[in-house]
């Protein structure tokens, strides 16, 4: 299937690794042009080259001014913007008695904000672009709390409830909004979330196995296609069967 994306401009956060790599990498796959941010220069750059991104900027996520400096980077190197994948490093992990007033902060600038913060500095140029998407990757915990992560949990759910108001928002400019909540993805966080157990991490998965990026990234490239026009306010599991509600 031709996704048309060929020539599409993408902005993809916290790409360096993992998750958003394997978005960046599915995009620039199908002929998207990719701009990439991340904390780190060194792997950012490796990561560029490898994927074929054009371009990179460093910057921290947590940061208010961020957001908006990648942005204008992406728009500056891409001559517009079609597409945001918004991702960002997880919080500190903890329970609530664990967790100090000061690590709130930092989960609701690094977790909501910059999620906020990166849509509104993209909005004008995706509804200039006539078919904007904006993916952002959460969590199954929005529907599922997790134990001893309780500033991803309160954070991604505020994420999703933004990103489903703002859907209906903006669906008439032909941009959409969805999320990606991945259970259990082997990624270098992943790794050393379980350090080596990861055969307890693989026991809570009916499909017996951890899923692998690149599934993400791949549903990630479908959402931006043009055949997920109609396909906004969603928010959609990848994970083996992990999540054990019904919805
Ligand atoms: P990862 O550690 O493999 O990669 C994280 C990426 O985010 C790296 O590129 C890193 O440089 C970047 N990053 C971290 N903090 C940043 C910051 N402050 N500013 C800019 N970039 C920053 O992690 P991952 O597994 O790919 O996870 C990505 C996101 O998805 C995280 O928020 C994680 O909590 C969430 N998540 C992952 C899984 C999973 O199974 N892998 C499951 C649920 C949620």
Redesign the pocket.
Known sequence: MDLGLSDARALV?????????ACAAALAAEGARVFI????ET??AETAAEIGAVGHRA????RPE?AAQAVEAAVAALGGLDILVC?????PPGTFDSTPLEAWDLGYQ??LM?AVRLAKAALPHLKRSGRGRIVN?????VRQPIGNLVL?NAFRSAVTAMAKTLSAEVVRDGVTVNNL??????????R?LYGDDLERATAEVPAGR??D?SELGATCAFLCSRQAAFITGQTIGIDGGQLKGVH
């Open positions: 956060t916290a790409a360096s690794k993992g998750l958003g790599r941010v991340s904390r780190n792997t950012l910057l921290d996520l947590a961020a991702n960002a490093g997880g919080p690094l977790t910059s990757i959460t969590s199954i915990s991803s909540a991945p259970g259990t993805i082997l990624t270098e966080r992943v050393q951890l899923g990026p």
